[in-house]
């Protein structure tokens, strides 16, 4: 699609995501209001970045001259702003935040009423009406309202689901869930809290997850890292040792699951979890990358558990959306449970090696006849290959899948290589 990538549309404010882009999507929201005449109440969130109230007050002040309230939950997490939404019955919310890019990017994700993300099909329709000149309505002024106290309930929820009181760190990136952690996690360690609108994601979160390795380490125990927009989740053991989305996916089934259950995840879904599942006869399904097009699969098939290894985990019973914190909560309760440590839960699991690079793109990717058939080449010999240009940012992402770590980097820097020249 034109704007919309992996999840919702998202830039470099100023740059991509510049006051024309942001005018194309409040023409495009009013529109999509009127076509499907829906209540005329948005409900919007946003991450902790210093440009959220500029995205916004360029948006609200279409959307309150045309006869559509705005109801404010203020800086808090996409799962939290998904959960009001679907207790509350709003027709439609908008979460500002580009997850765990770093500050300078925003980006922009609608929910519908069920707390899932806008499908393709509603998309690619937004996508059209951005495109279409600006239509005329008749003026009819709507109020803005603060609905902070909202997330009280979904914090409600949380501390509900709580079943554990063990020390453990919690990392929230500086970002969207940080007030919800310190709320929630009373008797933990809860750290890269205190958010400035700047630091988001900086040497924090699951994405930059060495300081939370150091702390696991030193402290001797086991930690959790969301990302900017709290739907993301990886964990650290008590001895530094990463426990991927994969990984967060096999301990679960093993409590969410029985044999002939579905179990999706995506094209970079490790074999190991594959072959894991196997054995217990639950199907892996394998979706295209993005946690959107895991949910809408696992709707098709009526599955209870999906996710992907970047650590989105889509836990059916308890949320249409990822949720780092609430996934958290679960894991934990199972610890807590079993009384098991992390290599005790993996017990059965064995990973492949997954190499991954990440090549700039100056202009568009395509495959061509020779790159498809050195692929074809490296996979009859046994190797996972997947190649696919980024949904949220200009690089070609690579992925070599091999049981051999040496061949899977060799393999991949000859991919590099090729793909330079």
Known sequence: MKYFGTDGIRGIVDKALNKKLIKKISNAIL???????????LLVGNDSRISSDYILSNIEASLLNHGIQVDNVGVCSSPCLAYICKKYKYPLAMMISASHNSWEYNGIKFFNSKGEKLSEKYEEEFENFMDSPARRYKVKYAIRKNVENFKSDYISMLKRLKRFDFPCIIDCACGGASEIAKSVFKRQFVINSNFNGYNINENAGCTNIDLLRFMCIKNHLCGFAIDGDGDRLNIVDEKGNIISGDKILFILSKFFQTANDVLVGTKYTNLGLEYSLNKRRIKLLRSDVGDKKVYHMMKQYSSSLGGENSGHIIIKHHTNTGDGILTAIIICNIKEITNLSFDELLRGYQEYHQEFLNLK????????????????????????IVIRPSGTEPVLRIMVENKDEKIAKNIINHLKNFIKT
């Open 31 to 41: 529109m999509f209001y009127k076509k499907h005449k829906l209540n005329n109440v």
């Open 361 to 384: 793109l100056n202009t568009n990717f395509s495959f061509n006849d020779d790159l498809k058939c050195l692929i074809k080449k490296y996979e009859n010999e046994g190797a996972r």
